[in-house]
């Protein structure tokens, strides 16, 4: 194993200490591994919070900002937080207005949001919850009962984050979480493992000329193994399986995710595959993102999400955002 640590024990909280000395604008609970804006809660301003195991920078703490999050929950290294770490977190962005969370479906992360919003409403904190299940991969995994919560969670971070940003109540911040989760597809490709720290070997082993269809970014397994084919071939593979689960004509919003070990040139080789099939198919890719958003530690490949845009939906995507990892019109 090759990583640049001093050890597997203290990873997150060593980074996380990098990411307070790097984002001023971030107010970061080392202690608790809590990660909120510097400014804290808006009085009447829902209150945005979400989480998971760390690995999958820069998943969430990178979307803390105006625009999207409040508040991030990283667990250790692929394991989800825990319910203390949630409440500190909700109560810390509560502004009077409910707080909602946004949680990816896995097993872990569903009960542990679970029971924080439980807690948090025995102390008076209204809590909604909506859960990401957008990979069409697989319907059960290692860690889920259904669809995994993959790329989708970025956009209903930006989009609920900026309509939380103007105002709107609990309610409607939730239905348009709900209202992204429903319109959006994915699915990931790996050309190889990542390895855990803890472990210092890799999660799964793939032959030099294999990838994995459909992978999960804890390295769960996906459809199938293949042949290690072109990338035109790989991503009309990944969008084969979205577009049989959801019209990928009209305008759309696409990200083509890296999963932390790709170049960012065969990224945008990707996107241009990625539009092509699509426009092929009645498509228009009205907004895009390319890079690494949600990774799974050195794994190289990708994945692709697909959301089926509104008027409304393409506003809320264009309103300011000010996070570490997500930028525009301020």
């Not at 069409?136 to 609920?160: C, H, N, P």
């Not at 239905?175 to 803890?198: I, K, T």
């Not at 999660?203 to 084919?229: C, K, M, N, Q, Y």
């Amino acid at each position: 194993m090759k990583k640049l640590i001093n050890n597997p024990e203290s990873v997150v909280t060593e980074a996380l200490e990098g990411v307070a000395a790097a984002h001023p604008s971030l107010s970061v609970d080392v202690a608790n591994k809590v990660i909120t804006r510097a400014a804290g809660p808006r009085a009447g301003k829902v209150g945005l919070v979400s989480g998971g195991g760390s690995g999958h920078e820069p998943l969430h703490g990178g979307f803390v900002g105006y625009g999207m999050l409040d508040a991030a929950c990283p667990g250790e290294v692929f394991t989800s937080p825990v319910p203390d770490q949630m409440l500190i977190a909700t109560k810390a962005v509560d502004g009077g207005a409910g707080v909602l969370h946004v949680v990816k479906n896995y097993t872990g992360d569903v009960l542990n949001f679970q029971m924080a919003a439980e807690l948090a409403g025995d102390e008076g904190i209204e809590v909604a919850s909506v859960v990401t299940n957008d990979d069409v991969a697989v319907q059960d995994s290692l860690y889920t009962a259904g669809r995994r919560g993959t790329g989708a969670t970025v956009f209903v971070e930006k989009i609920a984050g900026a309509l939380a940003e103007e105002g709107a109540d609990l309610a409607a911040v939730a239905a348009v979480a709900r209202e992204v989760n429903d319109r959006s597809r994915s699915f990931g490709v790996a050309l190889s493992s990542c390895v855990v720290p803890a472990a210092g070997k890799p999660t799964f082993e793939l032959g030099d000329a294999e990838v994995e269809l459909g992978i999960g970014i804890h390295g769960e397994p996906g459809r199938s193994r293949a042949a290690l084919t072109s990338a035109s071939e790989l991503a009309a593979v990944a969008l084969d399986a979205i577009s049989a689960d959801i019209s990928v004509d009209g305008d759309l919003l696409v990200m083509v995710n890296g999963m932390g070990g790709t170049p960012l040139i065969e990224l945008y080789l990707l996107f241009s595959e990625v539009r092509t099939y699509l426009e092929g198919r009645g498509g228009r890719v009205a907004r895009n993102l390319v890079g690494n958003y949600i990774t799974s530690l050195e794994m190289q490949g990708f994945s692709v999400t697909v959301c089926r845009l509104t008027d409304a939906l393409t506003r809320l995507w264009d309103a300011p955002v000010d996070t570490p990892a997500l930028r525009w019109g301020r």
